[in-house]
């Protein structure tokens, strides 16, 4: 964790598994969107949500039901899933994961701070309420978001293309990504950015290791402050 990088410029968060742990509230809210709004009550059974877009979710059950895979379609799904999300969301638990806090507070806090932002696969809206009612959505400047493609490595060239025009002449290098499933990882070497792999969600480290991150840590505790350092 010590290694010393170039300068980082932009550090890109992933939420779910990364920075909080909402008790498979998305999940929760997904089923219930499915049936209420078309009537499969089923739909998300056998999914594997980890790392994956909510619009390539919400495909994946339109082409495997035969819904039509329209805009109007996923609008109709979108505006259920964030009124049943805002419900599930664990009144008891407001943590965000460990270390996530203190280490967004230092960063904050170095003579020249990279910019924050979010790379997932969250809606918008959904990622703003999961993050409000962690007290961290106010925490980050950027985002770039799951709602317009079901490819994440999409998501991450949109990130960096939305960012050049904050930083002229930034370099991939200059960009770290902090996740916790392979698909963050690949995202991040999809445009060549480096990236930070926790074992915070549902991936050891050694299943992430098998993905070849820059850096691989247990947590987001004690991480270096050396990853953003020249």
Same mark, same amino acid.
């Given at each position: ?14 939420? /779910?598994? @990364?920075?909080? #742990?909402? %008790? ?7 089923t +219930? &969107? ?37 805009q ?18 664990p009144? /008891?638990? @407001?943590q965000? #994961?460990? %270390? ?7 960063? +904050? &806090?170095?003579a ?14 959904g ?43 930034l ?8 996740g ?12 060549g ?6 074992a915070?969600g ?8 098998e993905?070849h ?18």
């Amino acid at each position: 964790m010590g290694e010393s990088v170039s300068m980082i410029r932009l550090v890109l968060f992933d939420i /779910d598994g @990364t920075l909080i #742990l909402t %008790g498979g509230a998305g999940m929760k809210a997904f089923t +219930e &969107a499915f049936a209420e709004a078309f009537d499969l009550p089923n739909a998300t059974e056998s999914m594997e949500f980890a790392g994956r877009t909510d619009r390539g979710l919400a495909y994946e059950v339109f082409r495997a039901n035969q819904i039509e895979p329209t805009q109007a379609n996923f609008e109709r799904f979108t505006e259920v899933y964030t009124q049943q999300l805002a419900k599930h969301l664990p009144a /008891d638990n @407001t943590q965000p #994961l460990p %270390g996530v806090v203190e280490l967004l507070d230092a960063i +904050e &806090a170095r003579a020249t701070p990279p910019m924050l932002g979010l790379l997932t696969g969250n809606l918008p809206l959904g990622a703003e309420l999961k993050l409000t009612h962690y007290h961290l959505w106010h925490r980050f400047e950027f985002g770039a978001f799951g709602d317009t493609t079901e490819d994440r490595n999409e998501i991450a060239q949109s990130a960096f293309e939305n960012a050049q025009g904050q930083f002229p002449n930034l370099s991939p290098s200059e960009i770290l990504i902090i996740g916790d499933t392979p698909a963050d990882i690949h995202c991040a070497q999809s445009i060549g950015a480096r990236v930070l792999a926790v074992a915070t969600g549902s991936y050891t480290e050694a299943q992430l290791a098998e993905h070849h991150p820059t850096f691989l840590a247990p947590d987001l505790t004690n991480v270096s402050l050396n990853l953003f350092n020249a």
